[in-house]
């Protein structure tokens, strides 16, 4: 079966189980911690892979890079991806169900990249004009990268605004050597 039929399914259900618990919020920072670990600790998927780490320890290694070890909510699901031998799919799961949640909530995810760090009057002006045109909640992030050389890109969801001064150099750079 296909690893994202199975990390949605198992997503969907857990978003179930932990609403009904009312604590799809908790979890749902929990999984955004658990994505960054991933990201950040490549061993950990290696460990979750591992047929000859014990279940106790994976439990462990989970429950650690999750944040919240007391939280009887994820003690649960870590508890119950492993048993059904679904540890490998952790990220995956972790992936989708901050994805459900987000769906769940109606919330819309912006990233704005900057050269500098953006002060909060450019964050709080961007907030309002995008809350005009979307009834959705939005969920802000910020970035830097001075790779920009100016301006900035504003991601909204699947759309882009790329008013940076290294895309306005990419493109004039394309017309020049047609």
Do not use: C, W
């Amino acid at each position: 079966m296909d690893q994202g039929i199975i990390s949605t399914r198992y997503a969907r259900a857990i978003y179930e189980y932990a609403a009904a618990k009312k604590d799809e919020t908790a979890l749902y920072d929990e999984m955004q911690l658990l994505k960054a670990n991933f990201r950040s600790q490549p061993l950990l998927r290696r460990v979750l892979s591992d047929p000859t780490i014990s279940t106790d320890e994976k439990i462990k290694v989970l429950t650690t890079a999750g944040g919240k070890p007391d939280s009887a909510v994820s003690q649960h699901v870590i508890r119950m991806v492993i048993d059904n031998q679904r540890a490998s799919y952790m990220e995956s799961i972790a992936q989708m169900y901050v994805k459900e949640y987000r769906r769940q909530k109606g919330i819309q995810v912006v990233h704005l990249t900057t050269v500098e760090p953006s002060d909060d009057g450019l964050q709080h002006s961007l907030l309002s004009v995008i809350a005009k045109e979307t009834p959705a909640k939005i969920e802000f992030h910020t970035h830097t990268d001075p790779g920009l050389i100016g301006g900035f890109v504003l991601t909204i969801e699947d759309k882009r605004l790329d008013a940076s001064v290294k895309e306005q150099l990419r493109v004039l750079d394309g017309l020049l050597n047609k």
